[in-house]
């Protein structure tokens, strides 16, 4: 339909409800997934549980990994604090986003660990978390707070929906889908939220903050 070609070597099916799938195996000349399948670096299953726990749990083991291996560069404080925000934020950015469910319980703070351990050397911190993750010219040092990053990324819909602009095509078909205005939606009681794909994934992480 969109008038592309079909790359059947890279394609990848992963059967959610069809029962005739050894039928469609025997027909289709395409790769069959057994747990998920990658899309810009995202592991989708065929649950959003089976999903968190996929990328999650690999999200906090490449963290550890690469905290660990830059821990030998002999890096200043500061330096490792613009290494978190250059290379470790931008990717706990994609999956906050990319993902329609909020992290299990405790990762977040166990990536916050991991980080606030490599900022210290794995050494006792010389002042307090709540001092250190102050804004520089509020005597601090500037690091990342990983909650408030995932509530802010979880944000950022409510940010985009109220403003009139041509170029975003997602905020007009939400609009339509929902059949009312979509900055409305974070506000009304879940009995009258219209269904969809934004009132139980996205709506529901974006009212626990609320």
Same mark, same amino acid.
């Given at each position: 339909? $969109? ?13 959610? $409800? =069809?029962? *005739?799938? =050894?039928?469609? #195996? ?21 649950? &959003?549980?089976?999903? @968190? ?20 560069? !002999?890096?200043?404080? %500061?330096?490792?604090? +613009? @290494? =978190? ?10 999956? &906050? ?12 703070? *166990?990536? #916050?660990?991991?980080?606030?351990? &490599?900022?210290?050397?794995?050494? #006792? ?13 509020? +005597? ?6 990983? =909650?408030?990053?995932? #509530? @802010? ?24 889908? @929902? !059949? ?20 139980? +994934?996205?709506? !529901?992480?974006?009212?626990? %903050? !609320?």
């Amino acid at each position: 339909m $969109s008038g592309f070609q079909l790359n059947l070597e890279k394609s990848v099916i992963l059967n959610l $409800s =069809v029962p *005739l799938r =050894v039928l469609l #195996q025997a027909a289709l000349t395409i790769q069959w997934a057994t747990q998920s399948i990658p899309y810009l670096c995202i592991s989708i299953a065929s649950s &959003f549980s089976t999903t @968190a726990q996929l990328n999650y749990s690999s999200l906090l083991t490449s963290t550890k990994d690469d905290l660990r291996r830059w821990s030998n560069m !002999g890096l200043s404080w %500061f330096g490792r604090i +613009a @290494a =978190v925000k250059m290379t470790t934020l931008p990717r706990l950015l994609h999956v &906050f986003q990319a993902l329609p469910t909020p992290p299990p319980q405790g990762l977040l703070s *166990l990536i #916050q660990k991991e980080i606030n351990a &490599f900022i210290w050397e794995r050494r #006792q911190p010389r002042m307090s978390v709540m001092l250190s993750q102050r804004h520089s010219r509020d +005597a601090g040092l500037g690091v990342p707070d990983v =909650v408030r990053y995932y #509530q @802010a990324s979880q944000l950022v819909p409510l940010v985009e929906w109220p403003r009139k602009c041509t170029e975003k095509h997602r905020c007009r078909m939400e609009q339509q889908i @929902a !059949g009312i205005h979509i900055w409305k939606i974070p506000w009304l009681r879940r009995r009258h939220r219209p269904w969809g794909i934004y009132s139980s +994934a996205i709506i !529901g992480p974006l009212c626990q %903050f !609320g």
